[in-house]
């Protein structure tokens, strides 16, 4: 067997109870070939990519806290450290009932090449813990990132471990979290990014992987002789990644026609009425199935994802496995012609291959979505330097980033004669640079 498949294996037997880092590595390395043959010898004797798929710690942690009845509740916390060989750790930490170690790892691998693809200098991790933040109070939320940090602060700080936001983690969590890590540990310093305005946060940030998406699609559809201007957009989520997607998709001239959450969805044929979408998700934290209340038009559909509905593009922006093979075919059958995904491996590798061969251009989640993090990175910088940019100098630099992405995805894509494959190019460039640095460090 090849390198490539002998390391394939070895995750099977290693991991058998984890399917989410499974498919992730499988995903990922499906790719690999290519790359791996040119210096198959050298990769092999250095182990890389048995050193790639193996972090380099993996903490778990018991979380206690009381809730507002008096009683203990426990939960579970994550952090895993992946790779640090180009930079800090670097990831954000999720609080929802599904995580689990499996999930963590699959999130902590692809961060790895994500931040690579950044041209930033910043390594791979994620956490977090299967605590649910609905449904409980600001003073539950409080206590809980209280003592979920009085754990974590052991194992983080500003050039070892970065963490940031993701799912149930946003301003009010950050918050929590770093005021905590600064009473423990007494000193100031950019340990958490997406922190708010007032204590070293950076403008552009909650819009950052939303824009970044729709400046990387933009760059895409001009590679292929397209614009953005006109097209119908489905955009998956109603998150902070799908409402700011959908806030740079109209800018630049497009109609998007669907958000969701776990309930279900909103098609709109007017376009989505941002304004109203934020009041409901950002304002009043409620269910979508609210918008049409006061839109006659739109239709709210219980229990479905939004892929039967026609569109030139979509933006599956909600969470991992959201577009299967199914949803693949009935996007292709209504016309669509690129998908980008703003969440973290938002689609299934079969509906991923199936969308390929049927040259659909397809930009997978560690190029898409890589503005939350190039941003969280731009924070890092300013808190170095005691800087605070404006909200158009962060802006500026997000966009030139993804273009850069963009650029360096295609370049490798087409060096290994697999034009148009932004899967395999997105990987490849990711993965070079990860192995040059980890090469020329010898065997840590």
């Known amino acids: 067997m090849s390198y490539v498949n002998d390391v394939l294996e070895l995750v099977k037997t290693k991991y058998p109870e984890q399917p989410e880092f499974q498919q992730a590595v499988k995903e990922v390395f499906a790719t690999f070939e290519p790359a791996i043959a040119a210096k198959a010898e050298i990769y092999r004797k250095n182990a890389i990519l048995e050193r790639l798929i193996e972090p380099d710690r993996q903490i778990q942690f018991r979380i206690s806290w009381l809730d507002d009845n008096g009683n203990i509740q426990v939960n579970r916390g994550y952090r895993v450290q992946f790779n640090n060989s180009i930079g800090p750790y670097k990831g954000g930490l999720r609080l929802h009932p599904s995580v689990n170690l499996s999930i963590i790892k699959f999130l902590g691998f692809e961060q790895v090449l994500k931040n690579s693809l950044t041209g930033l200098p910043m390594g791979g991790a994620k956490g977090g813990s299967d605590f649910d933040p609905k ?79 729709l400046y990387i699609v933009e760059e895409m559809l001009k590679a292929n002789g397209l614009e953005l201007k006109g097209k119908t957009i489905a955009v998956s989520g109603a998150g902070n990644v799908a409402i700011y997607a959908i806030e740079k998709a109209q800018e630049l001239g497009a109609k998007v026609v669907t958000a969701s959450d776990s309930g279900g969805f909103i098609y709109d044929p007017d376009g989505i009425d941002l304004a109203l979408l934020k009041e409901i998700k950002e304002v009043r934290r409620a269910r979508i199935s609210e918008y049409i209340l006061t839109r006659p038009n739109a239709i709210y559909t219980a229990g479905q994802r939004v892929w039967q509905t026609p569109c030139d593009i979509a933006l599956p922006c909600a969470t991992q496995n959201e577009l299967d093979l199914e949803d693949a075919r009935a996007l292709i059958a209504n016309g669509c012609l690129a998908v980008a995904e703003g969440a973290n491996m938002p689609t299934t590798l079969e509906a991923t291959r199936y969308l390929q061969e049927n040259h659909i251009l397809f930009l997978p989640g560690k190029a898409a979505n890589a503005g939350g993090v190039a941003t969280s990175g731009l924070e890092m910088c300013q808190n170095s330097q005691r800087l605070a940019w404006s909200f158009e100098e962060v802006d500026a630099k997000l966009k030139n980033i993804m273009i850069e992405i963009f650029k360096n995805v295609d370049s490798a894509a087409k060096r290994y004669q697999a034009e148009k494959n932004y899967v395999l190019g997105a990987n490849i460039a990711g993965f070079e640079k990860v192995a040059e640095a980890m090469l020329a460090q010898g065997a840590v």
Not at 161 to 188: M, S
Not at 194 to 209: D, I, N, V
Request: aromatic share 12%.
């Open 135 to 213: 449904g409980k109070s600001d003073r539950e939320i409080m206590v809980f990132c209280q003592s979920f940090m009085t754990e974590l602060y052991k194992y983080i700080g500003a050039d070892l471990d970065v963490p940031a936001g993701d799912i149930g983690v946003g301003a009010r969590e950050i918050g929590y979290l770093f005021g905590q890590y600064k009473r423990i540990q007494g000193n100031y310093e950019g340990v958490l990014t997406g922190k708010g305005l007032s204590y070293g946060g950076s403008l552009a940030r909650k819009e950052a992987t939303g824009y970044g998406l």
